[in-house]
C-alpha cells in the first residue's frame, strides 16, 4: 500500500523559511516522479512543482508563484521528498499535499496524494 | 498562463446525470484527468486520459473530451458523489488544475 506522510506544517511570519518533508513507503521511491499540491483554505488545489527519478534526470519543474523562492529536493536512501520554502508570503497559507506522478508516454498525472500538512504564513 | 475553466457548481437531483466541464486551449492535444475530494479528505482520481476509469471507481462515472472541452458524465448521481471535481491537465512540463467544480447531489 502506498502512503505519503507529510509533516514539518507551522505557523510561520511573512518572510520566513520553512522545509517540509514527505516519508514515502509501498513503492520504489527512487523511481518516482514527486511533486507537491497545495490547497489554500477553502480553495482549490494548485500545483507547486515536480522533481523527477534521478534515472529520468532528477530535473525540478515549479509553478509561476513559487519559482525562485521553493526548492523541491529528494533523498532516495531515505525514501524522502522535501519542499524548502524561503521568503513566504501570506499567499503560501495551504494545505501541502506530497504526491506522485504516473506517467505515460508525454502525459504525466497524480496517481497517489498524502493527507497533506497546513502551512500557516501569518504575522 | 495556461489555464483550464470550470462551472463553479453543478447540483442535480439522485438519480439524475450530472455534468461538469472543463475548459482549455490545450486540451486538443493533451490528456485530462479528474480528481474527486470530499469534506477533509485528499483527492482521488476518478478518471485518467480522458475517459479511462481507475479500478474501483463506478460505472456511473465517464469521462470524454472534443475539441477545447473534456466532460466528466455521472449518470444516475448518488448522494455520496456530492464533492468537489477538479479536471487537471498539463502544459509544456507544468501540471495545471481547473478551479474545482462543487457537485450538490440532493
Known amino acids: 500500500e502506498v502512503q505519503l506522510v507529510e509533516s514539518g506544517g507551522v505557523l510561520v511570519k511573512p518572510g520566513g523559511s520553512l522545509r517540509l518533508s514527505c516519508t514515502a513507503s509501498?513503492?520504489?521511491?527512487?523511481?518516482?516522479?514527486m511533486s507537491w499540491v497545495r490547497q489554500a483554505p477553502g480553495k482549490g488545489l494548485e500545483w507547486v512543482g515536480r522533481?523527477?527519478?534521478?534515472?529520468?534526470?532528477?530535473?525540478?519543474d515549479y509553478a509561476a508563484p513559487v519559482k525562485g523562492r521553493f526548492t523541491i529536493s529528494r533523498d532516495d536512501s531515505k525514501n524522502t521528498l522535501y519542499l524548502q520554502m524561503n521568503s513566504l508570503k501570506t499567499e503560501d497559507t495551504a494545505v501541502y499535499h506530497c504526491?506522485?506522478?504516473?506517467?505515460?508516454?508525454?502525459?504525466?498525472?497524480?496517481?497517489?496524494w498524502g493527507q497533506g500538512t497546513l502551512v500557516t504564513v501569518s504575522s | 498562463s495556461y489555464e483550464l475553466t470550470q462551472p463553479p457548481s453543478v447540483s442535480v437531483s439522485p438519480g439524475q446525470t450530472a455534468r461538469i466541464t472543463c475548459s482549455g486551449d490545450a486540451l486538443p492535444k493533451k490528456y485530462v484527468y479528474w480528481y474527486q475530494q470530499k469534506s477533509g479528505q485528499a483527492p482521488v482520481l476518478v478518471m485518467y486520459?480522458?475517459?479511462k476509469r481507475p479500478s474501483g471507481i463506478p460505472e456511473r462515472f465517464s469521462g470524454s473530451s472534443s475539441g477545447t472541452m473534456a466532460t466528466l458524465t455521472i449518470s444516475g448521481a448518488q448522494v455520496e458523489d456530492e464533492a468537489d471535481y477538479y479536471c487537471y491537465s498539463t502544459d509544456s512540463s507544468k501540471g495545471v488544475f481547473g478551479g474545482g467544480t462543487k457537485l450538490t447531489v440532493l
Open positions: 486520459e480522458d475517459s
Open positions: 509501498g513503492f520504489t521511491f527512487s523511481n518516482a516522479w
Open positions: 504526491t506522485t506522478e504516473a506517467k505515460s508516454g508525454t502525459s504525466f498525472w497524480i496517481n497517489y
Open positions: 522533481i523527477k527519478s534521478r534515472t529520468d534526470g532528477g530535473t525540478t
